[in-house]
T-cell receptor
Framework: ETGVTQTPRHLVMGMTNKKSLKCEQH?????MYWYKQSAKKPLELMFV???????ENNSVPSRFSPECPNSSHLFLHLHTLQPEDSALYLC????????????????FGPGTRLTVL | RKEVEQDPGPFNVPEGATVAFNCTYS??????FFWYRQDCRKEPKLLMS???SGNEDGRFTAQLNRASQYISLLIRDSKLSDSATYLC?????????????FGAGTRLAVHP
């Protein structure tokens, strides 16, 4: 099942590196999300893009910079990360209706496992 | 108080057993509810949505009690393949978009 794809699947980077995570959804959805999952912690919502507009920035440090060029693609640009940023980064998408109709199932990509040295 | 609370487990049960997970949520304005399943080192996948009247899908039954802000998942006739972490998820629609709040998950281990 390849509704939501993420690359790379694994990434090791130093604290001074700059890298980007990529997410692509093939489901025709209009909302995309970045989540962080650290060991033994719940998924934490980082960013939400709704109709390509960023609608949520959940107090995420500026060393994480999202980009959503269109409704199918989402990037997370990383720079000067810290070792505590090592985690699984998950992208998700959903079809969201402005009227609030209850079609809010989110579909997740496989994630990028990030290690910061 | 955490927004979504679950017993982390692990629940160790034999094949064929019935097991129940509970979840409580703090915000009474929560609008929709889900159970997701997450296998080790994999992404979460939707198991089932939870409706007010309760709903059943094969061996799985979900219940919602809005008055007590409580959600449950019952698994009957457990299989080895049910071993996973079960995530309780609450949707807080906010500012015109959906915001899912995840519990930390309950681990289930089914043994022969």
């Amino acid at each position: 099942e390849t509704g939501v794809t993420q690359t790379p699947r694994h990434l090791v980077m130093g604290m001074t590196n700059k890298k980007s995570l990529k997410c692509e959804q093939h489901l025709g959805h209009n909302a995309m999300y970045w989540y962080k999952q650290s060991a033994k912690k719940p998924l934490e919502l980082m960013f939400v893009y709704n109709f390509k507009e960023q609608t949520e920035n959940n107090s995420v440090p500026s060393r994480f910079s999202p980009e959503c060029p269109n409704s199918s693609h989402l990037f997370l640009h990383l720079h000067t990360l810290q070792p505590e940023d090592s985690a699984l980064y998950l992208c998700a998408s959903s079809q969201d209706y402005p009227t609030g109709r209850n079609t809010d199932t989110q579909y997740f990509g496989p994630g990028t496992r990030l290690t910061v040295l | 108080r955490k927004e979504v609370e679950q017993d982390p487990g692990p629940f160790n049960v034999p094949e064929g057993a019935t097991v129940a997970f509970n979840c409580t949520y703090s915000n009474s304005a929560s609008q929709s509810f889900f159970w997701y399943r997450q296998d080790c080192r994999k992404e979460p996948k939707l198991l089932m949505s939870v409706y007010s009247s309760g709903n059943e899908d094969g061996r799985f039954t979900a219940q919602l009690n809005r008055a007590s802000q409580y959600i449950s998942l019952l698994i009957r006739d457990s299989k080895l393949s049910d071993s996973a972490t079960y995530l309780c998820v609450v949707n807080m629609r906010s500012g015109g978009y959906n915001k899912l709040i995840f519990g930390a998950g309950t681990r289930l281990a089914v043994h022969p």
